[in-house]
């Protein structure tokens, strides 16, 4: 990226104090020395670019702001270690103020540690938590993290999530925002929770994971790096270790073998390795400073360790540069990343319903309501669209109701007497001969025609109510669903609505009950039709009288599917009867078409009009009539579409403020930066 090479050379261009890279292959300890109390004296950072400072405090003003909560990640440097691995002392170092230091965990919650060069010889210090800002001093600063920290993490040895800020503004610190996380520790001890590895674990890889964090990994000289857990945790997000700075302390007490350790890298540290040296006992940050300087120029083993990668002011330049850079990176990204969700949140925002403040409005609000679910409902239930549930089935209402149509249909023909094949003919011969009376002959008494139909009309008369019952419990679910739907921003009206779909329902289920009695009954006591199919149906059946006979003539044992050995005994009796049976069998087939056509175009009005017509007014009457009171009701908003618009405004305030702010920066280093 071409701004990361323009940030680098003007990170590089800073006055920071770096040791010297000379060899001090001659002279005597006196002149080492005085070289060593030159730089020494000289704080270790002496400005700051005004091209980069801006950057920075863009960064410290989003988190200030708390952005990240709307899912923005920022470039955070985020210092993790083992439990007294010196990592309190390396940001003493570079912040020039004492930590609250004791037995366990000395961090028990995540600081954010500011650091501002300020010209003002007098530091200023404030902790910012729980809403508030403290002032505070150097000399009190550790009591002031002590008591914020319990007050946030509670007395004791627990830790907490919840950050405490820290802001230093003092001469000679370095441009620096970084988190400082509790030390890992697996054994708890006295007062400590039993998962306490499991709560610091978790706290650090909520810091280490994105991919703007630099992990500065502080890491003891006396230990083998590769068994370390801090390490083990950064390998975990960031395998190649391009992430990764780390910082190895108390060089002093465990010199052997340091040079080998940074050199092979054996746990691939791509950002590289700085060795320092931690104050000890009383000793000023400046005696620190010179007496590191001394250690890493005079000791006889340190002193071959490049002077790229040791002390403390070699670290905060790192720190700087690495700081800069990861910003100019994030930056373009920060960015989409705000109007990304600021035209979300907006979206979503005006979404929600109008907050009702008048009956007038409140009118408006619900006839808007109604007359989208009746669209709705027209798609569904009369056009046969399902745009608005693709997904959905049970919601595509036509096709569902075309199946259970067909269902119906197959239930009736399907309704058949199991007995039928071994009592071919014997109902026909039984009413012909309970039905005689005095006449003529050769006429088929109308009694016995009736009594036959009406046998099978009872056969089947239970398959349509229950397809009724089914077929209004659909439409029942798809109504109460578009209403839900329509309604959910208010929910005063859910209940009131459901109530009123179910009271529709009910009626219309119950007018399709009663006309399927009327059906039913007009079937069981009038034969007529005027289809021409009756009379070919019944010819062609008659066609195979013939061949019955001469089946029963020959004593054969079956007719087609039929068995008929029990007519050979009543062979005078058939031919009356088999005309009788196919006349039946013939008009009976015009009935369960009519049956089923009679019922689809009942359902197609009485759908149409419960669109079109009555369930608007059955709404309209629970809604306003005389104990609706619905229109005031709502006027109340209800709660959960309170909490998501007030919710909603937070997060846009947020952004529009966070948009404010990145605007302001881009345009300052506009002519210093290509992005």
Known sequence: MAGGGLITESVASMSLLTISDHHYDGGDDEQKSIVVAASSSAPIVSSYNDRIRPLLDTVDRLRHLKIMEEGIQLPTIVVVGDQSSGK??????????????????????????????????????????????????????????????????????????????????????????????????????????????????????????????????????????????SIRMSQKVDKTG????????????????????????????????????????????????????????????????????????????????IQANIIVKCLPEIVRKINEKLSGYIEELNKLPKHLTSVGEAMAAFMHVVASAKESLRKILIQGEFDEYPDAKEMHGTARVVEMLNKFSADLQSAKDANASEKYLLDEITVLEEG??????????????????????????????????????????????????????????VSSTKRAAQNIIAKMKQESVDWVNDIVEMEKVADYTCDPTYISSWKERMSSQEELMLNIGNKWTKFGNFKIV??????????????????????????LRRMVDNMALHLLFKIRNLVKNDMESEIVNEIMGPHGNGLERMMDESPSVAIKRNKLKKSISLLKESKDVVANIIDKISDNFDY
Not at 439 to 461: C, D, E, M, Y
């Open 242 to 321: 391009q992430r990764t700075l780390a910082v190895v302390t108390k060089a002093d007490k465990s010199p052997e073998g340091l040079l080998e350790k940074v050199t092979a890298d054996d746990v691939s540290i791509g950002l590289g390795y700085v060795c320092v040296r931690n104050r000890i006992g009383d000793e000023s940050y400046e005696e620190a400073r010179a007496e590191e300087a001394k250690l890493f120029g005079t000791h006889c083993l340190l002193s071959k360790i490049d002077k790229s990668m040791v002390g403390v002011p070699v670290l905060a330049e790192r720190l700087v540069r």
């Open 566 to 591: 029990h007519l050979h005994s009543m062979k005078s009796s058939v031919p009356e009867a088999f005309d009788l049976g196919t006349r039946v069998n013939a008009y009976w087939e015009i009935v």
């Open 436 to 493: 005689k009376s005095i006449g003529l002959p050769n006429f088929l008494p109308k009694v016995a025609f009736h009594t036959l139909l009406q046998r099978k009309v009872k056969s089947i008369s239970v398959i349509p109510f229950d397809f009724v019952e089914k077929i209004w419990g659909f439409v029942e679910n798809v109504l109460i669903s578009v209403l839900l739907r329509h309604s959910e921003n208010y929910p005063q009206l």
């Open 88 to 229: 309190s002392s390396v940001l003493e170092s570079l912040a020039g103020i004492s930590l609250p230091r004791g037995q366990g965990i000395c961090t028990r919650v995540p600081l954010i540690m500011r650091l501002q060069n300020h010209p003002n010889p007098n530091p200023e210090l404030l902790l910012e938590f729980a809403g508030k800002t403290v002032p505070t001093d150097e000399e009190h600063i550790s009591d002031a993290i002590s008591l914020a920290t319990e007050e946030i993490a509670g007395n004791g040895k627990g830790i907490s999530s919840n950050p405490l800020t820290l802001i230093v503004k003092k001469n000679g610190v370095p441009d620096l925002t970084m988190v400082d996380l509790p030390g890992i520790t697996r054994v708890p001890v006295h007062g400590q929770p039993e998962d306490i590895y499991e709560q610091i674990s978790k706290i650090i890889m909520e810091f280490i994971t994105p991919e703007e964090s630099i992990i500065l990994n502080v890491l003891s000289a006396s230990v083998d790096f590769t068994t370390c857990e």
